[in-house]
């Protein structure tokens, strides 16, 4: 073998040495090679522990132990083998999940018994709070389930956001693992959204569940009954494309509203009619309902309708099937409809969400990528698609606006909310949520300067006065960068969603931001200036070196790294004067800094904190 010949210390170093994230012993584990694992442990002394990051169904999981692996991929052998070493049964990855719960997630029965016979804890849960019976029970695997339950695994247990094992079974479809729970003293509860096992069996559309469970009178109410009926119904509407099925379960769940003839259930009244759904209100009498089917679209403002009051706007799929609908309608060249569902939407998650939520954040990307689609193909049309309104453009980065205000004063309070839960310090999490915001917001930005020439005076105005809100806020994203800098910056260009917005660095995007007031000395946490970002591009455009000079940034300000721009071209074979003449714009100033800085003068004491800092950067 190749490490016969080492020492033991050069193939120690080898054994740990990782290739894609993972360590030699991970990759045989993973693999079942129980020869290669084998000789890892014994003859090299490999650690049984050492983790490493691995790819299952195309998904990376880090942070996996050897056993972990061998158990997920189904390669009894090699767990036996490693369990028989001394590797720690209970090991977990980065996300708290066991070697047990792996093997439940694939279905590895023969291994998940092992495992447990080996003193496997069964109800250490991930960190979402999923068990090993939950995921047991969401992938539909029955023997696995059936084991579990009959060894007193928690049948009642709460993940995180509330769910059940009976929730997971309503979700997935597995109607015989759901009857075995029942029997098993399962018990019908509330997620933290309100659902109930039935009604997410309603949302998922698994119709035989929901038939199921309407039919235990033992465990299900007649208004629970109603609004199962109701809200699949929706589903098959916007899920299915199935009107008729839609139809015939309105059907019942209306008829399951009157008694001998008397309504004793009556829907709640609305209060009134929702324009994005065209002033539509749900129907109230089975006779509403015969008259509907054979108009298409009210049955779909139907289903918007049932949804919103029954699961709330809070719930996820609320907000996902309205934008949903929005977007058929752009499909179809309807953009004033899509538009004004987006819009209605958007309002909906911005009053129910924390703030920076990845489903907000997801809004703002759709509008940003019609808005670009509709100019690009009025452009390249002549003009056949309308161009967007520049009155929706601006209410949507008003919005936006708002979200990196509100994401701004969650930051500095140093408190995220996640799920009703309370955690201090805003976190990597909500630091990396806040940037992408802010990147968003400077798409947008871009693709209101592109409305630039067809602007009245007027708007023109309400367009600055809303950029200069924003510089006002001085907002900073990852690293503290500034919106100058991220003008400035091709990485802002990374795409955000499916389909590419804007190009950046952007003329337009920097001189707007400059004639608002935007700082073109601000520093990063590294000392980078706009100056130093613009240097870092592959390719350094001569017009927004000279707005930002032009608006008082200045050519010798060094990072904290001691690089100028001249410097950061140079390291990209670019010299200054191919660019620029360098003396036009080096002031007496800045020559009078650099000097007091080159000669170690102590300065720090005797001048303006002001004039002190800006000798620093220099």
């Not at 008003?398 to 309070?413: D, I, S, T, Y």
């Amino acid at each position: 073998m190749l490490l016969d010949h080492r020492s033991r210390s050069e193939a120690s170093r080898m054994v740990g040495a990782r290739t894609n994230g993972a360590t030699p012993l991970v990759m045989a584990a993973k693999n079942g090679h129980l020869a290669c694992v084998e000789y890892l442990v014994e003859r090299c002394s490999a650690d049984l522990e050492q983790v490493g990051s691995v790819v299952f169904d195309g998904e990376t999981i880090d942070g996996a132990p050897p056993l972990w692996c061998a158990a997920a991929a189904g390669h009894l052998d090699v767990v036996s083998y490693l369990l028989e070493k001394g590797a720690n049964v209970n090991a977990t990855t980065k996300t708290n999940s066991t070697p047990l719960r792996a093997a439940c997630f694939d279905g590895h029965f023969e291994i998940v018994k092992y495992l447990v016979e080996h003193n496997s804890d069964i109800e250490v849960a991930n960190r979402h709070g999923h068990t090993c019976l939950m995921i047991a029970c969401y992938k539909g695997h029955f023997d696995i389930a059936k084991y579990l339950i009959e060894i007193t695994a928690n049948v009642n247990r709460k993940s995180v956001k509330g769910n059940t094992a009976l929730h997971d079974c309503a979700e997935s479809g597995s109607l015989d693992i759901m009857k075995l729970l029942l029997d098993h003293t399962a018990k019908m509860d509330v997620d933290s959204y309100g659902m109930t096992p039935l009604l997410a069996a309603s949302v998922t559309g698994h119709t035989h569940i929901v038939e199921y469970l309407i039919s235990r009178t033992d465990l299900v109410s007649r208004k629970d009954k109603i609004d199962a009926l109701e809200l699949l119904g929706a589903t098959y509407v916007d899920k299915k494309r199935d009107m008729l099925g839609a139809l015939r379960f309105w059907k019942t769940a209306m008829s399951e509203r009157y008694d001998n003839g008397e309504m004793i259930y009556p829907k709640p009244v609305q209060q009134s009619p929702i324009a994005a759904y065209e002033n539509s209100i749900e129907v109230m009498t089975l006779h509403q309902l015969e008259e509907i089917i054979s108009d298409p679209d009210e049955m779909r403002m139907q289903a918007l309708l049932v949804r919103e009051r029954i699961l709330g706007p809070a719930h996820p799929d609320t907000s996902y099937y309205i934008r949903y609908r929005g977007a058929v309608y752009a499909d179809t060249g309807n953009f004033d409809r899509c538009i004004t569902l987006w819009m209605y939407a958007l309002d909906m998650q911005q009053k129910i969400l924390e703030p920076l939520s990845p489903m907000t954040q997801s809004s703002f990307v759709s509008f940003a990528e019609l808005f670009s689609f509709m100019m690009s193909e009025a452009k390249n049309r002549g003009r056949r698609v309308p161009v967007v309104n520049f009155r929706d453009m601006m209410r949507v980065f008003e919005k936006c606006l708002r979200e990196v205000e509100v994401g701004m004063f969650q930051l500095n309070k140093g408190v995220t909310s996640y799920g009703g839960m309370l955690a201090s310090g805003g976190g990597e999490r909500d630091t990396t949520y806040f940037h992408r915001t802010l990147v968003i917001t400077m798409h947008l930005v871009c693709l209101l300067t592109k409305l630039g020439p067809s602007l009245t005076s007027s708007q023109r105005f309400d367009m600055s006065k809303a950029v200069h809100d924003l510089v006002r806020l001085d907002p900073r994203g990852s690293g503290g960068v500034t919106p100058l800098h991220l003008a400035c910056s091709r990485d802002s260009s990374a795409t955000i969603g499916r389909f590419p917005i804007c190009t950046f660095p952007s003329a337009e995007v920097v001189t707007l931001l400059l004639e608002v007031g935007a700082d073109p000395t601000a520093t990063d946490h590294q000392g980078n200036t706009p100056l130093h970002t613009l240097a870092s591009s592959k390719q350094c455009r001569r017009d927004l070196l000279m707005a930002l000079l032009s608006a008082g940034a200045h050519l010798d300000t060094l990072n904290r790294s001691g690089q100028s721009f001249a410097s950061i071209r140079a390291s990209r074979g670019q010299r200054l004067h191919q660019l620029i003449n360098p003396l036009q714009h080096t002031s007496l100033q800045c020559l009078a800094a650099a000097t007091v800085r080159r000669h170690g003068l102590h300065y720090e004491d005797t001048l303006h904190p002001r004039l002190s800092h800006f000798v620093d950067q220099h």
